[in-house]
């Protein structure tokens, strides 16, 4: 079993910066990737960021590109979304998630490619 508890959200004004984090346990977290997702009222959950198992690729939802960072230390079993320049739009439930299979770095896009997920952080960015 592996569970992933997120932290770091918060309330900021657009421009600033909030930093995410990732908790997992389990000894098997570094043979996957890991994805981070959010989820805005009424809206689908949609993807922002995923990293590869080893932290040598990343890949990023146009809308975030150049302002958000995706990390990783797999010694301390955490990954971490960096988010600058924050903007109204960005306000959503924040999901981290570990994906289904290891070694893998296809389609991140797609929530079917994820197992387990986090209980998501808010995170709210006024005008």
């Known amino acids: 079993q592996v569970q992933l508890v997120e932290s770091g959200g918060g309330s900021v004004q657009a421009g600033g910066s909030l930093r995410l984090s990732c908790a997992a346990s389990?000894?098997?977290?570094?043979?996957?990737?890991v994805g981070w997702f959010r989820q805005a009222p009424g809206k689908e959950r949609e993807f922002v960021a995923g990293?590869?198992?080893?932290?040598?690729?990343?890949w990023y939802a146009d809308s975030v590109k150049g302002r958000f960072t995706i990390s990783r230390d797999n010694a301390k079993n955490t990954v971490i979304l960096q988010m600058n320049t924050l903007k109204p739009e960005d306000t959503a439930v924040y999901y981290c998630?570990?994906?289904?299979?290891?070694?893998?770095?296809?389609?991140?896009?797609?929530?079917?490619?994820?197992?387990?997920w986090g209980q998501g952080t808010q995170v709210t960015v006024s005008s």
């Open positions: 998630a570990r994906r289904r299979v290891p070694y893998t770095s296809s389609r991140w896009f797609s929530r079917g490619e994820y197992d387990y």
């Open positions: 389990g000894r098997t977290f570094s043979n996957y990737g």
């Open positions: 990293i590869g198992w080893n932290g040598g690729s990343s």
